[in-house]
C-alpha cells in the first residue's frame, strides 16, 4: 500500500540507522521491546517519539 504522506526526517533517519546496523523492523523492536508495527509507525512518521529515536540509535549502535 502506497504512503499517504512522506516519512519524517527523524523517521527516515531511524530507518538509515537500523538498516546501516544491518537489523530488520522484528529485530530492532525486540531489542527496544516495542511492537514491529509501532516501530513502523515511527519509521514512517505516522507516529513520533523523540525517546523511541534515541533509544533506536542507542540500539543501533549497541546492538549485537
Known amino acids: ?3 499517504k504522506k512522506k ?3 527523524s523517521g527516515q ?3 538509515a540507522l537500523r538498516q546501516q546496523a544491518g537489523l530488520s523492523q522484528v529485530r ?3 531489542i527496544l521491546d516495542i ?3 509501532t ?3 515511527y519509521e514512517r512518521g505516522r ?6 529515536s534515541q533509544h533506536a540509535r542507542f540500539a543501533v ?3 549485537d
Open 1 to 3: 500500500r502506497p504512503a
Open 7 to 9: 516519512a519524517s526526517e
Open 13 to 15: 533517519r531511524l530507518a
Open 28 to 30: 530492532l523492536a525486540r
Open 35 to 37: 511492537p514491529q508495527r
Open 39 to 41: 516501530l513502523s509507525f
Open 47 to 52: 507516529s513520533r517519539s523523540q525517546t523511541l
Open 61 to 63: 549502535q549497541y546492538s
